[in-house]
């Protein structure tokens, strides 16, 4: 039989952090420049906070750091929002899905991080 080993992050490193006042600022720079047409990629949602991750391109070093248990995020930017909906309609019209992550421990810890720092 393979061995199975669950070896969780043991660090997360964010780069930059962007918080705005409403979820509806967050998805305007979101969608601030893309074309219409182009498919908005989801936002996540943990505890009142819907948030975006942009996370670090897959180099040796990126990958050595993955590898000792420690991600790196370029950027999160996050609003509050109290209550979780599938899905939040632009005023031009685009329907950008949420998804509700609170089963990630590891965004959970994200998200606590982020309310103690304000």
Same mark, same amino acid.
Not at 7 to 19: A, C, F, L, R, Y
Not at 65 to 85: L, N
Not at 108 to 117: G, Q
């Given at each position: 039989?393979?061995?199975?080993?669950?070896? $969780?992050?043991? =660090? %997360?490193?964010?780069? !930059?952090?962007?918080?705005? #006042?409403? $979820? =509806?600022?967050?998805? !305007?720079?979101? %969608?601030?420049?893309?074309?219409? *047409?182009? $498919?908005?990629?989801?936002?996540?949602?943990?505890? *009142?906070?819907?948030?975006?991750?942009?996370?670090?391109?897959?180099?040796?070093?990126? %990958?050595? #750091?993955?590898?000792? *248990?420690?991600?790196?995020?370029?950027?999160? =930017?996050?609003?509050?929002? =109290?209550?979780?909906?599938?899905?939040?309609?632009?005023?031009?019209?685009?329907?950008?899905?949420? %998804?509700?992550?609170?089963?990630?421990?590891?965004?959970?810890?994200?998200?606590?991080?982020?309310?103690?720092?304000?």
């Amino acid at each position: 039989m393979v061995k199975v080993t669950f070896m $969780p992050w043991t =660090e %997360i490193v964010i780069h !930059e952090v962007i918080g705005y #006042e409403s $979820p =509806e600022a967050l998805i !305007e720079q979101r %969608i601030a420049g893309v074309p219409k *047409g182009i $498919p908005i990629g989801p936002l996540f949602w943990i505890n *009142g906070i819907v948030f975006t991750k942009a996370v670090m391109p897959a180099t040796a070093d990126v %990958i050595r #750091e993955q590898m000792k *248990g420690i991600v790196h995020y370029q950027s999160i =930017e996050y609003a509050p929002m =109290e209550k979780f909906v599938n899905s939040v309609t632009t005023q031009s019209g685009i329907a950008i899905p949420i %998804i509700d992550v609170s089963r990630t421990e590891a965004l959970r810890d994200v998200v606590a991080a982020l309310k103690a720092r304000k």
